[in-house]
């Protein structure tokens, strides 16, 4: 147990000097103020960490994760780091990032009985359920679960525009895009769902278009 800490330990030391080795004030800057221009809302998959992907370094990127990157209107956690994000941060850009071959968003598929999570993953089958006739017209059981990632994805999208956080925002004219993203774990690229949000105007629709475009291109 010691020994996998000390690792870390040793790993950090060599990461921090690394940075040093760069920019020897970096640290001593970074910790006078944070002003990271993006809010990362993604998986807690191991495989898909906001900075590394984005290639940006600490202070750049502010984050929160938890599985299967969800947005639900009762949660105060996700709600709090929005709002911060949001009200003293001003990020001017919310990306909510989901990823192919998530393994909450299969669990909620195929309907897999893991404990308390289920619950959590019972927002990922609403949306399965939500768009249930067009993922059943398809007949490659990994498409349809891409589709799924990606769909859920645009639900996470809408769910954040329709926060008051949001509404707020954009009512007193604050710059704020939001953002659907999805990554692919087996070549570590992103990919933009096209569904860029900045008010909050014909949402619905705007939505609606978004998951036409993505069967009308999915084939
Ligand atoms: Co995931």
Same mark, same amino acid.
């Given at each position: 147990?010691?020994? =996998? ?58 984050? =929160? ?101 949001? =509404? ?22 992103? =990919? ?28």
């Amino acid at each position: 147990m010691s020994n =996998h800490i000390d690792f870390l330990l040793k790993q950090n030391r060599l990461w921090s000097q690394s940075v040093k080795d760069r920019d020897n004030n970096f640290f001593r800057n970074l910790a006078a103020q944070q002003t990271p221009k993006y809010f990362w809302i993604g998986c807690a998959d191991s495989r898909v960490p906001a900075n590394e992907i984005l290639g940006l370094l600490p202070g750049e990127v502010f984050v =929160h994760r938890n599985v299967a990157n969800v947005v639900v209107h009762t949660d105060l956690n996700c709600l709090s780091v929005l709002q911060y994000a949001v009200d003293v941060l001003r990020v001017q850009h919310i990306l909510v990032v989901g990823h192919y071959g998530c393994g909450g968003v299969k669990a909620a598929f195929q309907n897999t009985r893991l404990g308390l999570i289920d619950n959590w993953l019972r927002h990922v089958q609403d949306v399965r359920d939500k768009h249930r006739t067009r993922l059943m017209a398809i007949a490659d059981p990994d498409q349809q679960l891409n589709r799924l990632c990606e769909l859920n994805v645009l639900e996470q999208v809408l769910n954040l525009s329709e926060t008051t956080i949001m =509404h707020d925002a954009w009512a007193r004219g604050q710059d704020v895009t939001l953002h659907g993203l999805i990554y692919g774990l087996e070549d570590g690229i992103l =990919h933009d769902l096209n569904m860029p949000v900045a008010t909050d105007n014909e949402l619905l629709s705007y939505y609606e278009a978004a998951v036409d475009r993505l069967f009308a291109s999915a084939g």
